[in-house]
């Protein structure tokens, strides 16, 4: 496979992947909504610097190991599993927020913590490392330069940086929260509900999955 085929595949695949609903998206619409854009924009870089850890260990040949092991496998999910529903659980007790003081009622996180939320959210979820094999086990050759892999890589990890930082802008702006601020205690615990759900969606995967 030449270079530009192997990297087109894994921008399109990796695209698909990243817009795709899921543990991520939930993160980062939790972060903008009950936090802030800072925060949001901070859980993108978390994630995104989770994809490139897992791109990382998966081109080294961890990721083997951890997909053909049970032990660790399991230990990893029931982690991730855990992660997802306590926030969850922690989204389903929003209050309702007053759009007058809006400004005044905004939880406040820091910068890190916000980065720490969307990293562990992250590197806790097994199936990023599956999919990731699966990726790569598909264009990497034994002859493929270290340059090349890690370009393979890095393209993943910008996606979902840049993907979920845009998303995040766009539920923080001004007119968006004016528009969400009715119900962003329910959208929050809504998003709550599909975190606990992929936790437990997460808990019960099969290593064949």
Not at 91 to 120: E, H, T
Request: with cysteine; aromatic share 10%; hydrophobic share 55%.
């Amino acid at each position: 496979m030449t270079f530009w085929a192997g990297w087109l595949t894994v921008f399109v695949v990796g695209l698909v992947a990243v817009v795709t609903p899921g543990p991520d998206f939930a993160l980062t619409l939790r972060s903008s909504l009950a936090y802030s854009r800072r925060a949001g924009v901070y859980t993108a870089v978390g994630i995104g610097l989770g994809n490139a850890i897992h791109a990382t260990y998966c081109l080294l040949g961890i990721g083997a190991l951890i997909s053909q092991s049970i032990l660790l496998f399991n230990g990893l999910k029931l982690l991730g599993a855990a992660y997802l529903i306590y926030l969850g659980l922690k989204s389903l007790q929003a209050k309702p927020v007053n759009a007058a003081s809006l400004q005044d009622n905004r939880r406040i996180v820091s910068a890190f913590a916000a980065f720490r939320l969307g990293l562990f959210g992250n590197l806790l979820n097994p199936k990023a490392t599956l999919f990731f094999l699966a990726l790569f086990t598909q264009i990497v050759q034994p002859g493929t330069p270290l340059a090349t892999q890690a370009l393979y890589g890095a393209t993943v990890a910008v996606q979902s940086l840049v993907w979920f930082a845009l998303l995040a802008l766009l539920i923080s702006q001004r007119w968006v929260k004016r528009l969400l601020v009715s119900i962003s205690h329910w959208l929050e615990r809504v998003t709550g509900a599909v975190l606990i759900l992929l936790g437990l969606r997460l808990a019960v995967t099969k290593l064949s999955d």
